[in-house]
Structure formats: structure tokens, C-alpha cells
């Protein structure tokens, strides 16, 4: 995949927080009500995904919870036996961070007996269509940027669809993967036709670029109500990490006073807007909302109605807060009848950041490092891992390290570490560029894995 285009912008407005009164920063289910439920209505809960970062951060550590290595993004299936039937009942239950994606999490769990703790696959598949979304969210009644509808056959000639005065566009596919890989910057007019050629056969939607900060809003759908958790700055398409300009590459929890007063608000009530609408269609359990900063307005650019890397930061902050972690929530969202009464806490967010290392070019990985809590020292000495990957364990030299590949062949793009920190790693700006300790992290992986050729 060739490198992000150079006309793409490179300076955009930051996030200036300024001074609030106390607000809820967090919202959720109080911890020791939260886990009393959910010790009595399971036995043990399988997480399936590719790694355990984001059991990892589900604290108070409990007993019933463990993770399977089940994901879209694995190469092979997991070759483990099927369990006894014995073991098997309806307090036995699976969670998967991205069910929607592929069939593996459903094999799984019909291998093994366990009920997929999942909302209905009709209005998920609904929801994470970028075009079929559209009509959600007009019934939530939130902005989004403007767009134009451009049809997978028959269609006129590329400036037809470009609307006078937008200067750029993007241009992504209804069908966008899960790194962002169908989302594209089209830099100018002259450049669309090429794009739509590359995609023929593709319903697409062409929206005007928002130079402003993306933001994500994670939340979790209930029987009787949305709860609205952490709001963070996430990190799309930076150079440093990634060959592919619509590219997930991280995200920085934000505190409330790190946003212009109204704007964390807003983006929470957001959030629950878009909750409301999919809890009204059958929806349960946990989503994300990703958006834009148009000058003081949050747009919503797309619902991602699953887990997202993000969530294993939120958790530390819940956590940290006397919550249930989303987790927690996403399980009961899926047995009860309604939500345990509500909790809102509006203490200082911790600083927690995440940033995602892709390979920049096709080729072969060798060995990946273990995951466990690493120290990076000032002379670029990494010392690990310790098996203790909590992050509110972790000192300003320290990171977790998550591979999120294996060994072999590699695509552009492809996902190979997550690093997590107790601290920023970036400017509150869109498209920023990385901040010293995250070069250092970024430079310590590559070494490790070898830069794919």
C-alpha cells in the first residue's frame, strides 16, 4: 500500500480544554453491585479474540472470566478440543470482541455449546454498514458530514458527485473493514475518478473532509437504557504507524476538561441519542460512536456496534472509578431485564493512551514480543516482560505490549503491537504527530519485529 498522499492536511485545530464545573466524566453500574449480579448469573464467560488485552483490564480479577485466541484477523483457527457436555450450560456464555465480523465467533460457540452473548445480527449488520447507517442516525437526530450517495453501477461521470466547494473528500465503502482499510482521502476533484474506478461494483459514500479532531465515544445498550462511558481522542492515519490514511491507530482517554466546555457534553448525549435509537431496534450491549470536531459541533462519522481497542483503556478508568467494566455491562446488557441503577462519577480521567504499530509494507514478521509489561529505558534499553499487565500499575518509563500478528507473512497495514501507557502519547490535535515517548515505543517495535521487506 503506498504511503498516506502528501496532500493530505497535516495541521488541523486542537482540542482546547478550558476550565469546568464538575461534570460526569464516566457512567455505569457501581462495581460490587455490578459483579454481585453477575456472580449470580454465570459460571464462566469466554472472551474471543485474537489476545487478552482487553480481559486483561477487566478489574477486580474474577475467576469466571478467561480468553480464547477466536478472531476475523487471525489466520488460523484455534485447534483446541471441544469441551465435555458436562461443562456445558446456560451459565456457560461467550463474548466476542467483534462478532459481526466473519463467522468464527459463531462456530465457536456452537462447537462448544456456549451461548453468544451478541445483539441480533440484523441490526448490527444494520448499524456497521457505513450507508445503511445513515437512516439510524437521522433518527437520533445527530449531524453527520455532508455526503453524497454514489451507486455501485451505472454511474455518470465522477464531477458529478463532487459538490462545489469542497476543496477534499473521503471516500469510503459501505462494507469498511475493521482498520479502516475501505476509507481513503480523495485530495481534489481530479483525483475521484480513479478512486471510483478502483472500487466499481462498490455503493459508496463520498463525505466532505472535517479537519477537525476524531473523537470516539464508548457506551453500552441496555434493555431499559444507554449508559455512556469514556469519551477519547483517537489517533487515525498517522504516518508513524500506518500505510493507510483511514487507519485506527490508537486513542487518548479524555477528561472533561480537556474538550471546550460544551463539547464533552454534547458528544456524550451523542452517544445516547444513537443508543436509544439502536436499543428501540433490538440492539444490546456494547458500541462505539466515532466523530468528528467541526468547530464546536460533534459529527458522527460511523457506529461501530462492538467492542473497540479503546474499551480495554476505558475499563482501567471504570475500574479506577468504582465501575463495572464494560465487560460487566455488555454481559448484562445481554440477561437482565433492565440496568442496576445508575452511578456517575465526575473524578479527573486518567491519562491512559494506546497506540497501534501496523507494518509499513508487505513481507515477513519473525518474532513478536511476549505480551507483559515492558520498561523502556533512556538509552533505548527494554527491559521484560513482567507477567502484570494492569495499567494502573504502570510508571511513566513503562508500557504493556500487546502482538497483534505472528510470525510469517504480513500485508501493509497489518496490525503488529499495541502499546499501552499511563500516559499521552500525542498532541490533542487531528492527524498528530507522535510524542517522544511514543517515537521511543514505536522504534523499540520495529527493531523487535524486524521491518517487514
Not at 173 to 198: S, W
Not at 294 to 312: A, C
Not at 395 to 410: E, K, N, R, S, T
Amino acid at each position: 500500500m503506498p504511503s498516506p498522499d502528501p496532500a493530505a492536511p497535516t495541521a488541523a485545530p486542537a482540542l482546547e480544554g478550558a476550565p469546568v464545573a464538575a461534570v460526569t466524566a464516566l457512567e455505569g453500574v457501581a462495581a460490587d453491585q455490578g459483579l454481585a449480579l453477575l456472580g449470580d448469573l454465570v459460571d464462566e464467560v469466554v472472551f474471543l479474540d485474537r489476545s487478552a488485552f482487553l480481559p486483561a483490564s477487566f478489574l477486580p480479577v474474577v475467576d469466571w472470566l478467561r480468553h480464547v485466541p477466536v478472531s476475523p484477523l487471525l489466520t488460523t483457527r484455534p485447534t483446541a478440543p471441544r469441551e465435555p457436555s458436562a461443562a456445558r450450560t446456560e451459565r456457560h456464555l461467550s463474548v466476542a470482541f467483534a462478532p459481526e465480523h466473519g463467522d468464527h465467533a459463531h462456530v465457536w460457540a456452537r462447537q462448544h455449546g456456549r451461548r453468544l452473548l451478541a445483539a441480533p445480527a440484523a441490526i448490527t449488520e444494520r448499524a456497521a454498514d457505513k450507508i445503511d447507517s445513515l437512516p439510524l442516525l437521522a433518527e437520533a437526530g445527530v449531524a453527520v458530514p455532508d455526503h453524497v450517495l454514489i451507486p455501485a453501477s451505472d454511474r455518470r461521470p465522477a464531477s458529478a458527485y463532487w459538490p462545489g466547494g469542497w476543496e477534499q473528500a473521503v471516500l469510503q465503502r459501505r462494507e469498511n473493514n475493521l482498520i479502516g482499510q475501505g476509507t481513503v482521502l480523495i485530495p481534489g476533484p481530479g483525483r475521484l475518478a480513479a478512486a471510483l474506478a478502483r472500487w466499481e461494483g462498490h455503493e459508496l459514500k463520498l463525505s466532505r473532509l472535517v479537519a477537525g479532531p476524531s473523537l470516539t465515544v464508548s457506551a453500552c445498550v441496555g434493555a431499559d437504557r444507554t449508559v455512556v462511558s469514556a469519551v477519547s481522542h483517537q489517533l487515525v492515519g498517522l504516518p508513524a504507524l500506518t500505510p493507510g490514511w483511514g487507519t485506527h491507530c490508537g486513542n487518548q482517554l479524555l477528561d472533561p476538561a480537556d474538550l471546550p466546555a460544551p463539547l464533552y457534553t454534547s458528544v456524550r448525549e451523542t452517544a445516547r441519542k444513537v443508543g436509544e435509537v439502536l436499543r428501540r431496534h433490538g440492539f444490546r450491549g456494547v458500541f462505539g460512536l466515532d466523530l468528528l470536531v467541526d468547530g464546536e459541533r460533534p459529527l458522527v462519522v460511523e457506529i461501530n456496534p462492538r467492542f473497540q481497542t479503546v474499551v480495554s483503556l476505558v475499563q482501567a478508568a471504570e475500574a479506577a472509578a468504582g465501575l463495572l467494566p464494560s465487560l460487566g455491562l455488555h454481559i448484562l446488557a445481554c440477561l437482565l431485564p433492565a440496568f442496576p441503577s445508575a452511578q456517575y462519577d465526575a473524578h479527573p480521567v486518567p491519562p491512559l493512551s494506546q497506540i497501534v504499530v501496523h507494518a509499513p509494507r508487505p513481507g515477513r514478521l519473525g518474532a513478536l514480543p511476549r505480551a507483559g509489561r515492558y520498561q523502556l529505558t533512556e538509552d533505548g534499553a527494554l527491559h521484560g516482560p513482567c507477567p502484570d499487565t494492569a495499567l494502573s500499575h504502570l510508571a511513566d518509563d513503562a508500557a504493556v505490549l500487546w502482538p497483534h500478528a505472528a510470525p510469517g507473512p504480513v500485508r501493509a497495514g497489518d496490525e503488529l503491537v499495541l502499546v499501552q501507557t499511563r500516559q499521552r502519547l500525542c498532541p490533542l490535535t487531528a492527524r498528530p504527530g507522535l510524542g517522544p515517548r511514543a517515537q521511543a515505543w514505536t522504534e523499540q517495535i520495529r527493531t523487535l519485529v524486524g521491518d517487514p521487506a
